[in-house]
Every structure is written in C-alpha cells, then in structure tokens.
C-alpha cells in the first residue's frame, strides 16, 4: 500500500512541478501597459526647477480612461499627448504653504502637466521657491505684485498674476507654435479631481464644465442642449455672459496663441467679471465645448480657507527654533 503511494507521488510530482513553475512565470510577466508611455512619465515636460525624481509607477483608474482611441493602428506613432498649462497665482498668508501642498499632491499625479506659479510678490519668495524645488513637477516659477491701490476688497484679484503666466506661455512657445497644450486657471485654494484634468485634456478651443460651491449655490454649470451651451444655471448675476468662475473652463494654447492681445483687464473689471470679460476676446457661448457628460458633473470644487486663527501668537516671547509653515 505504502509503495503504491509512493510510486504515485512521484509520478505526479513533476506535473505538480510543471504547474508551479508555469504560474509563477506567468505572475512575472510584465503587464502589458495599460495606457500608451508619455501617460506615465508625468515630468516628461521640460520645465525649469523640476525635479526629476522617478516615482513608482502608479496606476489609477483615472488613468485608464484617458486612454486614446483603441482602435488607431498599431503602427501608427502617437501624437504627443498636450500638455496642461496650470497658471496658479498666490499670495503669502499663513495657510500659503498648505495650500500649495493639496495643489501639489494633486498636481503630481496628473500625467504632463506644467505648473506655472505667479506669486503676488515683488520678489520670488524663498518660501515657495524652496517649495517649488522640492515639489517634484514641472513647474515655472513667476512673479508680479499687485499694484497697492488694487489690493481692496471687493476688487477683482490676481489680474496682473495671470496675465504674468500669459505672457510666459506666449513668449515660450513663440517658436514651436505647433505643440499641443491646454491652459487652465488652477487657484491656490480651490480642489480638482483628477477627472477634470483627463476631460481638459481634450480641449480644442475653449471647453467649460461645472463648479461646485460657487456663486452662493452648491453647483454653477453650463447648460447644454443637443452638445451645444445655451446658457447658465447660476444663483449670482445671471446677466453675465459667461456665467462662470474661473475654474470652469479650459482654453488651448493655439487659441492663446493667435489671440495673443487677449488678456485680464483690471479696466472697468468687477468680480465675477474678470471670466467672462477674458472669454469675450477669444470666443464665444455657441464655440464653447462642454466637458464633464454635457455639464452634469462636478469635478472641480470652489472651496476657501477659513482664515486661521492667530489670537495666541505671541508677540515677544517667541518660540527658540525659527519654524516654516
Ligand atoms: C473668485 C474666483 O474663483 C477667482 O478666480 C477670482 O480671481 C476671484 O474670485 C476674484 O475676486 O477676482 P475667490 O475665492 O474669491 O475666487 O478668490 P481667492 O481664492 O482669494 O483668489 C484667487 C486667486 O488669486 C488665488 O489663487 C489666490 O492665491 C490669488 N490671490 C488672491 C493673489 O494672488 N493675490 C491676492 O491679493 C489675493
Ligand atoms: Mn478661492
């Protein structure tokens, strides 16, 4: 009885063998890649300041449904997938380097992206340099102050800053007009999903979506009609031409470039304005693309920092080591 155990162990043994040897060459293959290669180099973009630090290789669902028309023949070379110009301007407060810090951590998981950060300043601060060294994206880094007599409450903000990155994106690409590119108006404070970044991407000429908690409603958004916009679900100034914030739309860089006069005009500008007196100049409401399922989804949310509370700080007996927050 033993023996004819034995002798059957050992005849299975080798398949048992076979089998192990072939699962496990199987789990070492390497999965074939789920997106074309530019999709997982996010610093593939030149950019001053970047640190190239290779991160492990991430592969989110967001990702895959950035993934390009399946059915282009294999042979054909992919063109380059465009990059996203995010203009960020920003101010120093104490919640500067928190906010900077969300955005980042957003930022570096979106495939091709180039940050272009316009500090309202007179100088680049060592604050956000020192940042921007150590954020490990592409990334621009500008500056311009606000003129001292614009600095009011209830005055349009950041004019000068974005038009600061508008003219860097122009004069970068006066020489290579042909590069593919979307802009975008990411403000420091505001939270992006990594959707919006795959739906931007698309962007022919302008393209606009919905924003959430914005204009003393839970959502603002473009209302759509046979894929067309034909006008505005909105709580504030309905009259507005484009009844938008400025994280609601996204514009090509073609677009920027052959309207190279088009820019944020302090002249006449009132908040809320400042969108729609910028998107005159390059289109109009029926040009505009809809992004985000004709407009029924938020996937950018207009949010704002509560001002920190300072009350303890104290004034004279400081603290022994000089700490950056
Ligand atoms: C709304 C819009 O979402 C903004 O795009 C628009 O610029 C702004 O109104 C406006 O009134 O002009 P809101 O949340 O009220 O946004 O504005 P902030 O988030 O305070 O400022 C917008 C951007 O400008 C931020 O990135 C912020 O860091 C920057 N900023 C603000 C400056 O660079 N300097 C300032 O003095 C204030
Ligand atoms: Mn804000």
Redesign the pocket.
């Known amino acids: 009885m033993k023996s004819v155990l034995f002798s059957r162990f050992f005849i299975l043994l080798p398949w048992i063998l076979i089998v192990i040897i072939m699962l496990d060459v199987d789990t070492r293959r390497p999965a074939p890649p789920l997106t074309p290669r530019p999709h997982f180099s996010p610093y593939a973009a030149a950019g001053r300041g970047a640190a190239r630090v290779p991160l492990p290789r991430r592969v989110s669902p967001g990702r895959h449904a950035e993934q390009r028309n399946e059915s282009r023949p294999r042979a054909e070379p992919e063109p380059p997938l465009p990059t996203i110009y995010a203009i960020?301007?920003?101010?120093s407060?104490p919640v500067?380097k928190a906010?900077l810090t969300r955005l980042a951590n957003t930022f570096r998981q979106v495939a091709r992206l180039h940050w272009i950060l316009?500090?309202?300043a007179a100088a680049r601060s060592e604050l956000v340099s020192r940042f921007l060294a150590r954020a490990g994206l592409p990334s621009t880094h500008l500056h311009v102050p606000?003129p001292r007599r614009y600095?009011r409450p209830g005055?349009?903000?950041?004019?000068e800053?974005?038009n600061a990155g508008l003219a860097w994106l122009r004069q970068t690409h006066q020489q290579q007009r042909s590069q593919p590119g979307v802009l975008f108006?990411?403000?420091?404070?505001?939270t992006y999903s990594l959707e919006l970044f795959q739906e931007m991407r698309t962007t022919r000429k302008v393209s606009v979506w919905p924003v959430g908690l914005?204009g003393g409603r839970r959502y603002e958004r473009p209302l759509v009609e046979n894929g067309k916009v034909v006008g505005w679900y909105t709580g504030w100034r309905a009259d507005r031409p484009f009844a938008i914030?400025?994280?609601g739309f996204a514009v090509s860089l073609q677009v920027i470039l052959s309207n190279p006069k088009a820019v944020f005009t302090r002249r006449g500008s009132q908040?809320?304005m400042?969108?729609s007196d910028f998107l005159k100049q390059i289109t109009t409401v029926e040009e505009l693309e809809p992004k985000a399922s004709n407009c029924t989804k938020v996937l950018v949310w207009?949010t704002?920092t509560e001002k920190v509370n300072l009350a303890n700080e104290p004034k004279y007996l400081v603290d022994t080591v000089k700490i950056e927050v």
Do not use: I, S
């Open positions: 960020t301007p920003t101010y407060r500067q906010e316009v500090e309202d606000t600095k005055l349009p903000r950041a004019t800053q974005r108006f990411a403000d420091d404070d505001n914005v914030d400025m994280a908040p809320g400042q969108e207009h704002r």
